[in-house]
């Protein structure tokens, strides 16, 4: 069954490819502006020393950048869920901080910071951030009444009702900020490595687009993707184990 | 004999009062019924027993010097505790150890014993608020407010619910708020009725409750509560 649901998407993938080789092949354009599939294949190949140590700098950048994110957004919900205040004082803190375009942040991040792993790690978080402590502090507004009134007849504190009821009751709606969180990440590293420092898969692409080597830098998108795709998929399949704990 | 609990006052929503000024007292150890239709207001009267907020203004007092414990038509339990567990909530959410002993000795009565480790997924609805029940005795409260318990029970499944609390709930000072007069008819010590014109206190059969089902003095209660209910209803 399992298997079986992941041969459409697969025949959706193939079908890209051939449809790409059917654009290269229609247009006649030289493969230095629209490499097919088997020359970035071969770029990936020739390449792979290169590929896979910018691979690595780049997955360790995004789980860094999602770990600090997804806690910051987690810590940021809950002290908002704890106390109206704070949460009426920062609800537009929270959605400005979310409106400032990540491009324009992430040069004065790595002027800040350096050319380091530093500023990419930061982009990251920022981006998984917001969706987080959206998600998270909605689902702890959203204690069903039955369980409020019960806690409150019982005589528990402010803090028990929390970690006993809110907490748990919410963690569906953290565990889909997370899985946004996880799809952002990735463009949140790669963002930061366009802008400064000379490593990584966005470091790759851009020294590669500047040298029309074009084949290499499809070579390292895809690269992304696949990274982007296996820890969405990582992300995904930690919350289903964690959610199934909670009934 | 002074009342257990009792509230006078009027509860206002968006400045239109609910019902007129009322006086509704709990007589100790025994339970009281209030009955009405849906949106009257009943429920509200309840939650400002209890303490709970409600969605409007209330001018008035309610004296009560005894905990309350509060059972809801919603059993309101943790799908990620077990039985057991979740009838030893209070003492989680308090931050105390719940006595194993009397755990073990409610669930007895209550009939759990054998589902005592299940998750509530895996029981039925009757079931749900069996363990419902038992959280409400493990709080062992003198005052035990019920919000329409066994409203979304069928038929057979709420009849031996309403046996079992009457038994189990004895000798406490109860309120129950519901809107089916044959409940009321069978469990109340005393009724009172709430309408859009106001509290009035009804009376009730000689015998006394749990009653059966075909109990004549229940059975013409019943009837005559239905008929004050229609005849209430806003034309």
Avoid at chain 1, 7 to 28: D, E, F, H, K, S
Avoid at chain 1, 31 to 36: A, D, I, K, Q, T
Avoid at chain 2, 35 to 63: C, N, Q
Avoid at chain 2, 136 to 155: Q, S
């Amino acid at each position: 069954m399992k298997a079986r649901a992941a041969l459409a998407p697969l025949a959706i993938g193939v079908a890209g490819i051939v449809l790409w080789q059917a654009l290269v092949v229609a247009t006649g354009l030289p493969p230095f502006l629209l490499p097919g599939p088997r020359a970035v294949a071969e770029a990936l190949l020739t390449h792979h020393e290169v590929l896979a140590r910018a691979a690595l700098r780049t997955s360790t950048e995004i789980v860094a950048g999602f770990i600090l994110g997804a806690g910051a957004g987690s810590l940021l919900a809950l002290l908002m869920a704890a106390s109206p205040r704070v949460a009426t004082a920062l609800r537009p803190a929270l959605l400005v901080s979310q409106m400032i375009p990540i491009f324009a942040l992430a040069p004065i991040l790595t002027l800040w910071l350096g050319y380091g792993m530093a500023p990419k790690i930061v982009v990251s978080a920022l981006i998984c951030f917001f969706p987080v402590a959206s998600a998270f502090f909605d689902g702890l507004e959203r204690t069903s009444t039955a369980h409020l009134d019960l806690a409150r007849t019982m005589g528990a504190n402010g803090w028990r009702e929390m970690w006993h009821l809110r907490i748990p009751m919410a963690l569906p709606m953290l565990g889909s900020g997370l899985k946004l969180a996880a799809v952002y990440a990735p463009v949140g590293a790669v963002i930061g490595e366009w802008v400064g420092g000379s490593e990584g898969l966005g470091a790759v692409m851009i020294h590669a687009n500047g040298r029309m080597w074009i084949d290499l830098s499809f070579a390292a998108l895809a690269l992304v993707t696949v990274i982007a795709l296996a820890f969405h998929a990582a992300v995904g399949w930690g919350v289903r184990r964690w959610l199934a704990r909670f009934g | 004999m002074t009342a257990a609990v009792t509230v006078t006052g009027q509860v206002r929503i968006d400045r239109r009062a609910l019902f007129p000024p009322i006086r509704l007292q709990l007589a100790p150890g025994l339970w009281t019924v209030l009955l009405g239709p849906s949106g009257v207001g009943k429920s509200t009267l309840l939650r400002l027993i209890a303490g709970l907020p409600i969605g409007g203004v209330f001018a008035g007092r309610v004296e009560n010097r005894q905990p309350i414990a509060l059972m809801a038509q919603d059993p309101g339990l943790l799908p990620w505790l077990t039985v057991r567990q979740n009838a030893a909530l209070g003492a989680r959410l308090r931050g105390e150890r719940a006595d194993a002993a009397r755990l073990a000795a409610i669930l007895q009565r209550t009939g759990l014993s054998d589902h005592a480790g299940k998750l509530p997924a895996a029981l039925s609805g009757g079931q749900r608020q069996r363990v419902a029940l038992a959280r409400t005795l493990m709080e062992d409260r003198p005052v035990v407010l019920l919000d329409e318990p066994f409203a979304a029970l069928d038929a057979r499944t709420r009849m031996a619910m309403q046996d079992l609390a009457a038994g189990v709930l004895a000798g406490r000072s109860v309120l129950m708020v519901t809107h089916d007069p044959a409940e009321a008819a069978r469990l109340a010590d005393r009724i009172y009725l709430l309408t859009e014109e106001g509290l009035t206190e009804h009376a009730v059969p000689a015998t006394s409750p749990p009653r059966q089902h075909a109990d004549p003095g229940a059975f013409a209660c019943q009837t005559a509560l239905l008929a004050r209910l229609i005849e209430g209803a806003p034309r």
